[in-house]
């Protein structure tokens, strides 16, 4: 069984790693699902699923809730209010729009993730992105 500070743990070690669309590779280069999916591998071993290659503008394009659906598959769903350090939480960067972005809760004022031109950083849970969330995840197991 995992444990909440193996996951945080996991994600301050991928501090650093440039910002990279679709990569997933702690110190070369990581997105924000990316970063997720390399926090479990870590913690859990081999993905469930790849995703598919995407474009920086899928949710956009698509439409579907697509990243809160495998998220969804994968994950167990918590209320927004009761997300803990080790939970990630997934935004939604315009209203109305798709969920978009990733984060590891790592604090309760603060999460750790990848986004375009930032490397992997550690950044206040500001209220900027707290209006944004839109729905929080416990990895398995935890």
Known sequence: MTCRSQLISSG??????PYRHQASVKGVG???????????R???????????????????????????DRF?????ERPIGDAEPGDVLLFRMGLGCPAKHAALMTGPTHILHAYWGRSVCETRLVPWWQR???????????
Do not use: H, K, M, N
């Open 72 to 76: 969804q598959s994968y994950f167990v």
């Open 30 to 40: 990581a997105d924000c699902l990316g970063l997720i999916r390399g926090i479990w």
């Open 42 to 68: 870590d913690c859990l071993g081999a993905e469930p699923e790849l995703p598919p290659p995407y474009t920086p503008d899928w949710a956009e394009a698509v439409g579907d809730d697509l990243l809160l």
């Open 12 to 17: 301050r070690d991928w501090i650093g790693t």
């Open 132 to 142: 944004r969330i839109a729905a929080a995840f416990a990895f398995p197991d935890i």
